[in-house]
T-cell receptor, first 117, second 112 residues
Framework: GAVVSQHPSWVICKSGTSVKIECRSL??????MFWYRQFPKQSLMLMAT?????????EQGVEKDKFLINHASLTLSTLTVTSAHPEDSSFYIC?????????????FGSGTRLTVV | QKEVEQNSGPLSVPEGAIASLNCTYS??????FFWYRQYSGKSPELIMS????GDKEDGRFTAQLNKASQYVSLLIRDSQPSDSATYLC????????????FGQGTTLQVKP
């Protein structure tokens, strides 16, 4: 149980284009989803927290107009990187929470490797 | 001071030895602590969660928590080369969001 599916696993896009990443909870309802970014040899940095049906809460320094997050249902959240630039190239990972302190609370997707050329 | 601190390593141990990974955190009221393992190019996978002071064992892994010292550790017994990875300590934030705050990770190398 507690499977989170993330797509695509990798994507290459041209500078200036937008890329959408999907994160789905397959066997539980994700009341909260977290989006992280990880640069090589660095730890996970939280970008934003989203709750189903409400606006995402962005961490300090994260441009909300550039990284659009939608959490329209209890099983789906999307991150759209708008007008991507090479410095946005990174490993993006979602995490879904059903609340509480069980292992179901913090399940990670498999990640998306974004390369902007 | 970082909220969650780990020694980045690398920590090198011979196969069969005990690997000891350490983590300190700054928020005294934190209640939930997690250890994740991350292989290169992959997303983190949960190894252990611990909420109470003391030890929690699961197979070759033992998590230890000392809230008074704001310290959490992970012991890996009988280390195997397949244990070579980056180990991330995470602390659940005390706000309503429940977000995890990660340390920078410790790279473990188990040499055959």
């Amino acid at each position: 149980g507690a499977v989170v599916s993330q797509h695509p696993s990798w994507v290459i896009c041209k500078s200036g284009t937008s890329v959408k990443i999907e994160c789905r909870s397959l066997d539980f309802q994700a009341t909260t989803m977290f989006w992280y970014r990880q640069f090589p040899k660095q730890s996970l940095m939280l970008m934003a927290t989203s709750n189903e049906g409400s606006k995402a809460t962005y961490e300090q320094g994260v441009e909300k107009d550039k990284f659009l997050i939608n959490h329209a249902s209890l099983t789906l959240s999307t991150l759209t990187v708008t007008s991507a630039h090479p410095e946005d190239s990174s490993f993006y990972i979602c995490s879904a929470s059903a609340g509480g302190q069980t292992v179901y609370g913090y399940t990670f997707g498999s990640g998306t490797r974004l390369t902007v050329v | 001071q970082k909220e969650v601190e780990q020694n980045s390593g690398p920590l090198s141990v011979p196969e069969g030895a005990i690997a000891s990974l350490n983590c300190t955190y700054s928020d005294r009221v934190s209640q939930s602590f997690f250890w994740y393992r991350q292989y290169s190019g992959k997303s983190p996978e949960l190894i252990m969660s611990i909420y109470s002071n003391g030890d929690k064992e699961d197979g070759r892994f033992t998590a230890q928590l000392n809230k008074a010292s704001q310290y959490v550790s992970l012991l890996i017994r009988d280390s195997q080369p397949s244990d070579s990875a980056t180990y991330l300590c995470a602390v659940k934030g005390t706000g309503n969001t429940g977000k995890l705050i990660f340390g920078q990770g410790t790279t473990l190398q188990v040499k055959p």
